[in-house]
């Protein structure tokens, strides 16, 4: 869980620091542990987080395998897709630009899916994250480094033939604005040209782990479940 504390006394027992730390129902932000530090605040011993990216065309299958994996591993699934059209449907202020940059296949601005990233952390009691379908690009990346300030852990990349992805997304009849062909194609040239750049980047980093994104449901998660078994006992 991250809490973000208040200023308190040292002279505060830790147990009772502790306490309190607990029903200030807010949270810490790694971003400002540093800062806190310097502000004499002490956070209370928490989890360090795990984030998963999840990364992979439109129709790769991040959705479907996160729904696995949360159920096989415990994590709390962050599909950024999902709360941006949650943007709309509240119809918050920034609904009506997120509505017109989905249907043209386009990327919102860093800093508001960031922020709703954000938000949704700083919300949960878990401390494992799949962060699905962010960052979509180079500048998403880099936002979220500077806004969050900590790199995932693992990347995931659901590496899937055009074609199979087209077809998957055609048929998949959600009522999403963007699964019509000509949204797709705007959707795959940009995921060439921005997402794979991003992708490059965790490679070279050695965090990426590819997945061949094709086969069954449950066959493309054989692939993925010894990642994840493989972190478990250091993650918890
Ligand atoms: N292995 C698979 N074989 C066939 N269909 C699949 C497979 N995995 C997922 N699907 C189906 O393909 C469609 C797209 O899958 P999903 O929504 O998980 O993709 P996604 O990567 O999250 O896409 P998007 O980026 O557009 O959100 C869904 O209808 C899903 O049921
Ligand atoms: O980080 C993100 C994630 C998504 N978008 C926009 O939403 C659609 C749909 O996303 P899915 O992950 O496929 O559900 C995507 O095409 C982008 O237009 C975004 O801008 N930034
Ligand atoms: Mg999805």
Redesign the pocket.
């Known amino acids: 869980m991250w809490r973000r504390v208040a200023s308190l006394s040292s002279s505060i027992s830790s147990s009772l620091l502790a306490q309190t730390a607990s029903r200030l129902n807010t949270w810490e932000s790694l971003t400002t542990g540093i800062a806190q530090q310097a502000k004499g605040v002490i956070a209370p011993k928490e989890k360090t987080p795990f984030i998963t990216f999840v990364l992979g065309g439109?129709g790769s299958g991040k959705g479907t395998q996160c729904i696995k994996i949360v159920e096989t591993f415990g994590f709390a699934h962050l599909?950024?897709?999902?709360l941006?059209r949650r943007e709309i449907a509240s119809k918050s202020a920034d609904g009506d630009m997120i509505l017109n940059?989905?249907k043209e296949?386009?990327?919102?601005p860093s800093q508001v899916?960031v922020k709703l990233i954000q938000k949704e952390m700083e919300l949960s009691d878990n401390h494992k994250f799949l962060i699905?379908?962010?960052?979509?690009t180079e500048e998403?990346r880099v936002s979220f480094e500077r806004i969050i300030g900590v790199e995932p852990n693992v990347v995931l990349f659901f590496d899937c033939p055009e074609e199979e992805m087209v077809k998957r997304v055609l048929n998949r009849n959600e009522g999403r604005v963007?699964d019509n062909l000509e949204t797709i194609k705007k959707?795959l040239t940009v995921f060439q040209a921005l997402s794979l750049p991003v992708i490059n980047y965790y490679s070279k980093r050695g965090k990426l782990y590819t997945i061949k994104a094709i086969g069954t449901e449950d066959e493309i998660f054989e692939q993925v479940r010894p990642i994840f078994a493989a972190f478990e006992r250091t993650v918890g």
């Open positions: 439109p599909s950024a897709g999902d941006l940059t989905i296949g386009k990327i919102v899916t699905d379908g962010f960052p979509r998403n963007d959707r």
